[in-house]
């Protein structure tokens, strides 16, 4: 496992970094715009993260593991947004988080352009969940979920394409799609390793679009037709 002040100078690199951002070009008007927060934290000689398990009352992805974030409003900024949600959702000090920079952009089946932001807690943070939104709060440690034996390669099939991906086991819960994806990517960093996963997720973005995926939001009719679309 890494020592915790290594991840930690591997980590802080981010603030000399720009990751992957994706073409405009190739996101929908109609997608909205959205931010998380992945904050660590020292604590008993190790690093932890936080993540919640969404309650049954919120309209999407219920139940599922994520970072504390959500829909950026007209008068915030991206960072403003993700601090904004993570305080709203878990309870933590926006004023003791170090935004260090930000991980690859992502998207998601609920049609977000998603940017994840990447912080530093000071000292060990008290969580309050939001009876609404979060369901349960997860602070699993670096070494639960760089355990190889805590993970699961799957394969499946969506609208006529094979989908190759990684879940991560923590206690009860299953950490899996966009959430695991930038676990991974973090966790990466952490170890000064880059692969550019954000050029995956937009050639994935790509192929969503060009084929049924978004069918149910197409449907609705007040978004764009599939000729609105750039490859």
């Given at each position: 496992m890494i020592s915790?002040?290594?991840?930690?100078?591997?980590?802080?690199?981010?603030?000399?970094e720009?990751?992957?951002?994706?073409?405009?070009?190739?996101i929908?008007?109609?997608?909205?715009?959205?931010?998380?927060?992945i904050?660590?934290?020292?604590?008993?000689?190790?690093?932890?993260?936080?993540?919640?398990?969404?309650?049954?009352?919120v309209?999407?992805?219920?139940?599922?593991?994520?970072?504390?974030?959500?829909?950026?409003?007209?008068?915030?900024?991206?960072?403003?947004?993700?601090?904004?949600?993570?305080?709203?959702?878990?309870?933590?000090d926006?004023?003791?988080?170090d935004?260090?920079?930000?991980?690859?952009?992502?998207?998601?089946?609920?049609?977000?352009?998603?940017?994840?932001?990447?912080?530093?807690?000071?000292?060990i943070?008290?969580?309050?969940?939001?009876v609404?939104?979060v369901?349960?709060?997860?602070?699993p440690t670096?070494?639960?979920?760089?355990?190889?034996?805590?993970?699961?390669?799957?394969?499946?099939?969506?609208?006529?394409?094979?989908?190759?991906?990684?879940t991560?086991?923590?206690?009860?819960?299953?950490?899996?799609?966009?959430?695991?994806?930038?676990?991974?990517?973090?966790?990466?960093?952490?170890?000064?390793?880059?692969?550019?996963?954000?050029?995956k997720?937009e050639?994935s973005?790509?192929?969503?679009?060009?084929?049924?995926f978004?069918?149910?939001q197409?449907?609705?009719?007040?978004?764009?037709?599939?000729?609105?679309?750039?490859?």
């Amino acid at each position: 496992m890494i020592s915790p002040n290594i991840f930690k100078t591997n980590f802080y690199k981010l603030k000399e970094e720009r990751r992957h951002r994706f073409s405009p070009e190739i996101i929908p008007h109609w997608f909205k715009p959205a931010a998380v927060l992945i904050l660590f934290w020292d604590e008993a000689d190790t690093i932890k993260i936080v993540l919640t398990e969404r309650s049954a009352k919120v309209k999407s992805h219920k139940g599922e593991v994520s970072f504390p974030g959500g829909r950026v409003e007209d008068d915030e900024t991206l960072v403003q947004a993700a601090l904004r949600e993570a305080e709203e959702e878990i309870g933590i000090d926006r004023n003791l988080v170090d935004i260090i920079g930000r991980l690859d952009d992502g998207w998601s089946r609920a049609a977000y352009h998603l940017i994840p932001f990447v912080g530093w807690y000071s000292g060990i943070p008290e969580f309050t969940a939001s009876v609404d939104e979060v369901g349960k709060i997860l602070t699993p440690t670096i070494d639960d979920l760089s355990d190889e034996q805590n993970r699961e390669e799957k394969i499946v099939e969506r609208h006529g394409r094979t989908v190759q991906f990684t879940t991560i086991n923590y206690q009860d819960s299953v950490i899996f799609g966009l959430t695991a994806d930038l676990l991974l990517e973090a966790l990466e960093q952490g170890q000064d390793i880059y692969t550019q996963p954000g050029l995956k997720r937009e050639k994935s973005l790509i192929e969503a679009l060009e084929s049924e995926f978004f069918a149910y939001q197409k449907s609705r009719g007040s978004l764009s037709p599939q000729s609105d679309i750039v490859p």
